[in-house]
């Protein structure tokens, strides 16, 4: 990955690059494809969309996949879309893949929020569960799930979409809304799970932006369960993976 000369090197290295790094290191099993989903039932097909953090790409990402080894996940589709490049404020305005601005690092619970890069964003990511239903796909079994940036974009995406989906999960994201949002969720999108990991050592997105994230849920009538990780920075680890498997298994839906 090429990234653009900084005069804040080390914070961005951090936010744009421990995705990337953490899913290298763990992944040390086969890279085995998604398998086609030609005339496969309904009940028996789910789609995974995870949504990168700044600076990072889709593909890269990939690695992830190897983590999710039972059987239910035989007939998953996955999506790992990438951000288009744009200026980024809190990097000097350099151009780097980012799903919206980002004002600041690290991010706090009273960060500035770009709202409309975020609305922009998250039309993009319903599109492509739009016509992950079209093809077939119940909405039940479709997960949004995402790392930093893409955490954030998640948790926007989830609580905009007019359907009940079966989950988003947060990795080290924030709430990308201000309390005026509350009245802009539907009442379905209010029934879709929220699981929020966040590392309890994390020096980019801070752990009091992960923290605010329960509460802001709980009053629009969420269901949210939070995992914190003590000694965890800006990244994701085996544990988070493994459980983030065992929660979506646990939430697919076996019969139409």
């Known amino acids: 990955m090429k ?23 763990h992944n040390s099993g086969p890279n085995t494809p998604s398998p086609r ?6 009940a028996r097909r789910s789609f995974i969309l995870w949504l990168h953090g700044l ?9 992830i996949k190897t983590f999710f080894t039972s ?4 007939h998953t589709k996955w999506s790992f879309p990438s ?24 991010v706090t619970a009273d960060s500035p929020i770009d709202v409309d890069g975020v609305l922009k964003a998250v039309k993009n990511v319903h599109a492509i569960i739009d016509a992950e239903i079209a093809s077939g796909t119940s909405p039940d079994n479709i997960f949004v799930c995402g790392f930093s940036q893409g955490g954030a974009l998640t948790l926007a995406s989830v609580l905009l979409y007019p359907r009940t989906l079966g989950g988003g999960a947060v990795f080290s994201g924030w709430v990308p809304f ?8 539907p009442e379905d999108a209010r029934k879709t799970p929220i699981l929020w990991s966040h590392g309890m050592a ?5 752990f009091e932006a992960g923290q605010a994230g329960p509460p802001f849920l709980d009053k629009v009538g969420v269901n949210c369960e939070f995992k914190a990780y003590p000694g965890l920075g800006h990244s994701i ?14 939430r697919l839906k076996s019969s139409s």
């Open 3 to 25: 990234l653009a000369p900084l005069i804040a090197p080390i914070a961005l290295l951090v936010i744009t690059l421990a995705s990337t790094f953490i899913f290298i290191i």
């Open 37 to 42: 989903l030609i005339n496969e039932p309904m």
């Open 55 to 63: 600076g990072d790409s889709g593909p890269a990402n990939e690695p």
């Open 71 to 74: 059987p239910e996940f035989n």
């Open 83 to 106: 951000a288009p490049s744009s200026h980024v404020t809190c990097n000097y305005g350099a151009v780097m893949p980012s799903w919206f601005d980002l004002h600041e690092i690290p």
């Open 178 to 185: 201000n309390e005026s949002f509350k009245k802009e969720f």
């Open 202 to 206: 994390d020096r980019t997105v801070l």
């Open 237 to 250: 680890n085996n544990q988070e993976l493994q459980y983030l498997e065992w929660w979506i298994k646990s």
